[in-house]
């Protein structure tokens, strides 16, 4: 392991952590924190997740706010019935033509929210736990890092098959090799995707957001470019159940991740990938474009009065 990576590991991760909720809302010292759902067709989920955090509404989470990225399902009425303010992507920044995407929603987050510190939750979570938040705000509270993931054993659930581990297929396939060859440094980070993540709205709108699925891995090195490894740290969040989508899904997903690296070592990126699928017979091409430009660091877009 690369040695600063494994310095990292052994001072930066808990993989057992004690925080109570008590001892976070006394370390905010004055500070605030928003919960984040970015949230695409998630009514059969989102409900749950805002559940689980909404207990902590008032004194740990001063917000939960869900995202709609463009839902057509009941995501939005879902979300509110169950106790989130829901933020349509059109509603902030409106200037902006939205753009598809999961980066796209982040970054608008910033601007419908006003925590000091963000918490970051898919929507998509099965059997969400109450105890994410807490642990992901930890570090945040009491050391001085800008960004702290979660890591989880990630069961891979198919059809009607629930694996046990196998998840975090783009994440063992693409992103933890790319990122040992590209920055070793970053090689301690147990799940460098995840999209359980925390930090500070100092970090977050001063970087700016890739598009689609690249959002995390630009993050995560755009905060060891600015902070380096000692800003950022990760905890132990146990098991995390998503709603899992298929290869050629993940497919496109691997490809915008690889861009956003390849941009970030001043490389030329792809902005479409080709895939075959069957159809009868025979085998045929299917291409998929994607939009590559990040958006700009948000506090060069909304000046805070
Ligand atoms: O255009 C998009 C794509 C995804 N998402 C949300 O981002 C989270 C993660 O997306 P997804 O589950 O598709 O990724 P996976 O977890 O399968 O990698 C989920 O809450 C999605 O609803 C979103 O808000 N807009
Ligand atoms: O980690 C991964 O490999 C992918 C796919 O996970 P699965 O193979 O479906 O468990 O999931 C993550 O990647 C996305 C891109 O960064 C994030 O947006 C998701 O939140 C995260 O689940």
């Not at 976070?24 to 689980?52: F, H, I, N, Y």
């Not at 693409?174 to 301690?188: F, K, Q």
């Not at 045929?284 to 009065?305: E, Q």
Request: charged share 20%; glycine share 8%; with cysteine.
């Amino acid at each position: 392991m690369n040695p600063a990576a494994a310095a990292w590991f052994a001072a930066r991760t808990w993989q057992n952590p004690q925080w109570t909720v008590q001892e976070l809302v006394a370390a905010k010292a004055g500070r605030t924190v928003s919960v984040v759902l970015p949230a695409l067709d998630e009514e059969q989920t989102v409900g749950d997740v805002v559940r689980t955090v909404r207990p902590l509404l008032g004194t740990l989470v001063d917000e939960i706010v869900v995202m709609d990225s463009g839902s057509t399902d009941r995501t939005a009425a879902v979300a509110a019935g169950a106790g989130a303010r829901v933020v349509r992507r059109e509603d902030v920044v409106p200037d902006l033509e939205p753009l598809p995407g999961k980066g796209e929603v982040l970054w608008r987050s910033l601007a419908a929210t006003s925590g000091d510190l963000v918490v970051f939750l898919d929507a998509d979570l099965v059997e969400p736990d109450p105890a994410f938040v807490p642990a992901l705000l930890g570090p945040l509270l009491t050391e001085d890092v800008h960004l702290v993931k979660g890591f989880y054993r990630r069961p891979l659930r198919l059809e009607t098959e629930d694996y046990g581990t196998g998840g975090g297929r783009v994440t063992e396939l693409l992103a933890r090799p790319l990122l040992n060859a590209v920055r070793p440094e970053l090689s301690g980070l147990v799940q460098p995707l995840g999209g359980e993540y925390a930090a500070t709205r100092e970090f977050l709108e001063s970087v700016p957001f890739a598009a689609g699925y690249a959002v995390e891995i630009a993050l995560l090195l755009d905060a060891h470019s600015m902070h380096g490894l000692d800003g950022i740290a990760q905890v132990n969040l146990g098991v995390r159940k998503h709603r899992n989508r298929n290869l050629l899904q993940l497919g496109v997903m691997a490809s915008q991740i690889l861009g956003a690296v390849l941009r970030r070592c001043d490389l030329e990126g792809p902005t479409e990938l080709t895939q075959f699928v069957q159809v009868g017979g025979e085998w045929i091409p299917d291409t998929a474009r994607f939009a590559v430009a990040d958006r700009p660091a948000m506090r060069s877009v909304v000046r805070r009065s």
